[in-house]
């Protein structure tokens, strides 16, 4: 069975900028969640998206945006890129529909914004 | 709210040794989750081991186990016989029965000496 992917792997960006990553979770997972990773403020949690829907959603301003399609893929969007959001961003999917639940992570994407 | 602390931001352990890394957690929820991963240089989130809040028996995976102490709030990560492959970040995290929102510590870096 296939892992969580996402692509692209590596992105480098400059200010101002707006960036799309996609996430495609395990088959048969409808819960995909995304982190964001830094060395100053550790894993943040994003956004859940379910069955197409927003679940949960963490404290982030509204230049981060995602979505799910019908097929579970998902892809989150920063508009309006700031030197700040130079992150590892994680998706992880996951089979529960309701937590607690064990989630399976992908490789990230690492963003650079120059 | 859900909190996650790790106090030991870097450990050392000589190899084929055993090692203990801390995590204690806070929620009000009766139902939850305790999960470990581990983080190599690459950045990908490997799941080590899961303890349900209701399990009344410690989890073990293997080289890894769970020290679980529900009154004390602490979900300890044991790894015995230490291998230099187990350098890496770990991250203790928990979900709630809200979904599957990760709340994440801010992680224990382990380095394992030849």
């Known amino acids: 069975k296939a892992g969580v992917t996402q692509t692209p792997r590596y992105l480098i960006k400059t200010r101002g900028q707006q960036v799309t990553l996609s996430c495609s979770p395990i088959?048969?997972?409808?819960?995909v969640s995304w982190y964001q990773q830094t060395p100053g403020q550790g894993l943040q949690f994003l956004f859940e998206?379910?069955?197409?829907?927003?679940?949960n959603k963490g404290n982030f301003p509204g230049r981060f945006s995602g979505r799910q399609f019908s097929n579970s893929r998902s892809e989150m969007n920063v508009s309006t890129l700031e030197l700040g959001d130079s992150a590892l961003y994680l998706c992880?999917?996951?089979?529960?529909?309701?937590?607690?639940?064990?989630?399976?992570f992908g490789p990230g994407t690492r963003l650079t914004v120059l | 709210a859900q909190k996650i602390t790790q106090t030991q931001p870097g450990m050392f352990v000589q190899e084929k040794e055993a090692v203990t890394l801390d995590c204690t957690y806070d929620?009000?929820?009766?139902?939850?989750?305790l999960f470990w991963y581990k983080q190599p240089s690459s950045g990908e989130m490997i799941f080590l081991i899961y303890?349900?809040?209701?399990?009344?028996q410690n989890a073990t995976e293997g080289r890894y186990s769970l020290n679980f102490q529900k009154a004390r709030k602490s979900a300890n990560l044991v790894i015995s016989a230490s291998q230099l492959g187990d350098s890496a970040m770990y991250f203790c995290?928990?979900?709630?029965?809200?979904?599957?929102?990760?709340?994440f510590g801010t992680g224990t870096s382990l380095t394992v000496i030849p």
């Open positions: 992880a999917s996951s089979f529960v529909a309701g937590g607690p639940g064990e989630q399976f």
């Open positions: 088959s048969g997972h409808r819960s």
């Open positions: 998206y379910f069955s197409e829907t927003q679940r």
């Open positions: 929620t009000s929820d009766q139902s939850y989750g």
């Open positions: 303890q349900g809040s209701y399990d009344e």
């Open positions: 995290a928990m979900s709630a029965n809200t979904g599957n929102q990760f709340y």
